[in-house]
């Protein structure tokens, strides 16, 4: 909100911009989820190969015997990849078809009340929610980059561009696309502005995600 209000009403430089986009650009927030995820499956994947000490006691069930944690193990580690692959730094991608899988499987996690995925149905549902929320969040992180490269080209040349490819290089290196659908940002130019739209997590059009205009 800061950004969009500094933009909407032009106060920002263009050094402001550019360290801006130079922030936004580093942050790799797809990279860094993804290591987040991998690092949780190896803890895991740890908890349930070490003996029950009891540290490890918290959450491990008297009555769970090392052939059922075997089984667990697998279940876990299952979903928490099919979490990890729903997402794709290097496209800029939040892969709506693994979303709808990750929450199939979730579904037929909570229905099951087998001890051989009592553990997998404790620790490894919440990321069915994590991955298409963070996407969001990635959402707006990419309509703020490209806002901020908006902004200088304004800046530089006292207008918006006709269209977002009229901003390379010059302004931003490569415009990223949707990171739900890989489909293109939608802009188009207002009478006090733009407005920059991405689809939601399910793949639908919200409206006007960045309604950059006059107030």
């Not at 052939?67 to 709506?96: C, S, Y």
């Not at 707006?140 to 918006?160: F, I, P, S």
Request: glycine letters at 6%; a positive charge.
């Amino acid at each position: 909100e800061v950004v969009k209000h500094g933009c909407r009403e032009h106060r920002w430089s263009e050094p402001h911009l550019a360290a801006l986009q130079h922030a936004f650009d580093r942050m790799q927030p797809l990279a860094h989820l993804q290591q987040a995820m991998r690092t949780e499956r190896t803890w895991m994947v740890y908890y349930l190969s070490a003996p029950r000490s009891p540290a490890m006691r918290t959450y491990w069930p008297w009555w769970m015997i090392r052939g059922w944690v075997q089984h667990n193990k697998v279940a876990l580690m299952r979903f928490i990849t099919e979490a990890t692959t729903a997402v794709d730094p290097v496209a800029g991608r939040v892969h709506l078809e693994r979303i709808d899988r990750l929450s199939d499987f979730e579904k037929e996690l909570k229905k099951s009340r087998s001890p051989l995925t009592w553990f997998a149905r404790l620790f490894g549902g919440n990321f069915g929610a994590i991955v298409p929320c963070f996407g969001q969040s990635v959402k707006r992180h990419l309509q703020a980059t490209v806002a901020c490269a908006l902004e200088r080209h304004h800046v530089a040349r006292g207008r918006y561009p006709a269209n977002l490819d009229a901003l390379t290089p010059e302004f931003i290196a490569q415009v990223p696309r949707d990171v739900f659908s890989g489909t293109p940002l939608r802009y188009a130019l207002t009478p006090g502005g733009f407005t920059l739209t991405t689809l939601d997590s399910r793949g639908r059009d919200p409206g006007p995600g960045w309604i950059q205009d006059k107030l």
